[in-house]
C-alpha cells in the first residue's frame, strides 16, 4: 500500500518568506501525487497535481512543488507568503485502480505579519 | 466552487443516540467517498462507492454505514454513537475525469457526549 509521510505538524512563518513543505512518499511503479489545501472552517481544495511529464508543477496562488523520483519527494515551495496563505496541507498519493487518495498527517502553515 | 453539501455542519449528540451524516452532490460524479480526521492526524478513507448500490469499507474499520440509492447521495449512519466516535466526518466526490480531482465538503464535526 502506498503511503505518504508529511514531516512537518506545523511550519510558522513570517509574511513575505519564503516556505517549503515536505512530503515524502512510498515508492512504487507509477505514482500520482497531489497537495490539497485545507483555509479554517472549509473543506479540502485540489492546490496542485503530478500526473506525468514536467516534474515541476505549479498552482494559479504561487505555489510550485517538484516531483523528485530519486528521493520519492514532492515538496511544496512558495518563494514569499501571504496572510492568507495560512491554512493546512495535504499531500496525497493515488492508490490502485479505484484511485483511493491516500493523505499524510497535514502540514499547517502559519503565517505571520 | 465544488458542488458537494454536508449536514450538519456541527453537531453534539449524547451516547447511544442514531445518527445520519447527509452528503449530496450535483456534479454527476460516480465515485463518492467518506474520510475520517483527527486532529494533527491524516484523512482516513472509510467508505466509498463505486457508484448506485456500491459500496465498500475503507482502510480505517469504522462501525459506521452508507448507503448509495441515489448518484448524489451518499449518507452515513451511526446506529449507536458512542464517545470514540467524535471526530471530523468529511465527504468527498470524483467523476471519471481528472485523475485524484476530488472534491470535499465542508465536512460535519461530530462530537458525541
Known amino acids: 500500500a502506498q503511503s505518504v509521510t508529511q514531516l512537518d505538524s506545523q511550519v510558522p512563518v513570517f509574511e513575505e518568506a519564503p516556505v517549503e513543505l515536505r512530503c515524502n512518499y512510498s515508492?512504487?511503479?507509477?505514482?500520482?501525487l497531489f497537495w490539497y489545501v485545507q483555509y479554517p472552517n472549509q473543506g479540502l481544495q485540489l492546490l496542485l497535481k503530478y500526473l506525468s511529464g514536467s516534474t515541476l508543477v505549479k498552482s494559479i496562488n504561487g505555489f510550485e512543488a517538484e516531483f523528485n523520483k530519486s528521493q520519492t519527494s514532492f515538496h511544496l515551495r512558495k518563494p514569499s507568503v501571504h496572510i492568507s496563505d495560512t491554512a493546512e496541507y495535504f499531500c496525497?498519493?493515488?492508490?490502485?485502480?479505484?484511485?483511493?487518495?491516500?493523505f499524510g498527517t497535514g502540514t499547517r502553515l502559519l503565517v505571520s505579519p | 466552487e465544488a458542488d458537494i453539501y454536508q449536514t450538519p455542519r456541527y453537531l453534539v449528540i449524547g451516547t447511544g443516540k442514531k445518527i445520519t451524516l447527509e452528503c449530496s452532490q450535483t456534479?454527476?460524479?460516480?465515485?463518492m467517498y467518506w474520510y475520517q480526521q483527527d486532529p494533527g492526524m491524516e484523512l482516513h478513507l472509510i467508505h466509498y462507492?463505486?457508484?448506485?448500490?456500491?459500496?465498500e469499507k475503507g482502510d480505517l474499520s469504522s462501525e459506521s454505514t452508507v448507503s448509495r440509492i441515489r448518484t448524489e447521495h451518499f449518507p452515513l449512519t451511526l446506529e449507536s454513537a458512542r464517545p470514540s466516535h467524535t471526530s471530523q466526518y468529511l465527504c468527498?466526490?470524483?467523476?471519471?475525469?481528472?485523475?485524484?480531482?476530488?472534491?470535499f465538503g465542508q465536512g460535519t464535526r461530530l462530537t458525541v457526549v
Open positions: 456534479m454527476g460524479h460516480d465515485k
Open positions: 515508492s512504487s511503479v507509477s505514482v500520482y
Open positions: 496525497a498519493v493515488i492508490e490502485g485502480g479505484f484511485q483511493k487518495l491516500v
Open positions: 468527498a466526490s470524483s467523476g471519471s475525469l481528472g485523475v485524484g480531482q476530488a472534491f
Open positions: 462507492s463505486y457508484g448506485v448500490n456500491s459500496t
